[in-house]
């Protein structure tokens, strides 16, 4: 089972869309991920310092901006964990649309 600290920081919406905007956008300095949210700045750091404990984000020195990289590795433990739910919904949508197809 994946570190529960990922699931904690998934659990997080801000955490989550911070994931999304580096997927998207790629590598982001701080001053330019904390613009997109109305947070103060303390609580913002504590989004980004939970996801670097988790191993989803990472930090890096430009010069004198700090840049953060997704770092989605940790995120494939957490998908093989929720393969085995995939292969659940799959089989029981499939019988739903058997049913469904039977009616009039």
Do not use: I
Not at 27 to 37: D, E, G, I
Not at 65 to 83: I, K
């Amino acid at each position: 089972m994946p570190e529960t600290a990922v699931f904690a920081a998934l659990a997080s919406p801000v955490r989550r869309q911070v994931l999304q905007v580096l997927r998207d956008e790629g590598p982001q300095p701080v001053a330019a991920l904390s613009a997109r949210f109305d947070l103060a700045r303390p609580s913002f750091s504590e989004h980004l310092k939970v996801l670097r404990d988790a191993g989803l984000a990472s930090q890096t020195r430009q010069g004198r901006q700090r840049v953060y990289r997704l770092e989605p590795a940790a995120l494939q433990d957490v998908r093989a964990w929720l393969e085995p739910f995939e292969h659940f919904w799959a089989a029981r949508l499939a019988g739903l649309g058997a049913v469904l197809d039977e009616l009039p």
